[in-house]
């Protein structure tokens, strides 16, 4: 699926490290169900000082990609799994980890580019943003699965004045924009799409009636009959 200008805010620069591991994820290759959202616990490190740091500590951890102020950096192949949260978690999800500092404005920064990475990773699969679901903090992880002693994020967005309330709100308001986007020339197929997604939120809580409201509005974009 392609949305328009929502996608194209941020670039993802790719560097994969060399030599990573290729374990396909539990269902299948590229088939991740959600992200695992970090932080490094290492204040003013960068995207490529975390990279090259990686490059010869993978076979401790590693991740899928580092965020700072100034870009997204991925460093593992998506379609594979990364060493980021416990064995069940790596199973299922990408890795994202946000890069620490003490300056609030290059936090700011850098958070938006982490939450909207999260709502692309999030669209580019279709599922829907489900917190502790298709959404997860390493501490959420830690205490599902026990697999892990980190709590990450958590400590050092409340640095910053930011719960994990607001990372749930602010990747929703993201991929929210993917779909308004993707509606404007709308096809059958992408439509379809989407109301396999809204189905997922309907299950996450959203109402049976809102879901069929807005699965009928992307009939009607689409040229398909309302039921």
Known sequence: MRA?????????????IPNLPQIP????????????MHATAVYNDTA???RSYETTHFE?????????????LQVADFKYISWNAGQTA???????????????????????RWVWLAAYQLYQRTLGVIDNVTLNSHMQVTEKWHESTH??????????????????????KY??????????????E??????????????????????????NALRKASGQPLE
Not at 175 to 188: D, P, R, S
């Open 4 to 16: 328009m200008r929502a996608i194209e805010k941020y670039q993802i620069n790719t560097n994969l």
């Open 25 to 36: 994820f539990r269902k299948g290759v590229g088939q991740y169900e959600g992200v695992v």
């Open 48 to 50: 490529t000082g975390e």
């Open 60 to 72: 401790e951890a590693f991740v899928h990609t580092f965020t700072d102020e100034t870009q997204i």
């Open 90 to 112: 790596n199973q299922r999800y990408l890795g994202n980890e946000l890069c620490q500092t003490h300056d609030h404005s290059k936090f700011l920064l850098a958070y938006d």
């Open 151 to 172: 709590t990450d994020p958590i400590d050092y967005l409340a640095e910053h004045g930011k719960t994990w309330a607001d990372v749930v709100q602010d990747v929703t």
């Open 175 to 188: 991929f929210n924009q993917f779909l308004k986007e993707e509606i404007a020339g709308m096809t059958v």
């Open 190 to 215: 992408d439509a379809n799409k989407l109301i396999e997604i809204l189905k997922g939120i309907y299950n996450a809580g959203l109402s049976q009636d809102e879901v069929h409201r807005l699965a």
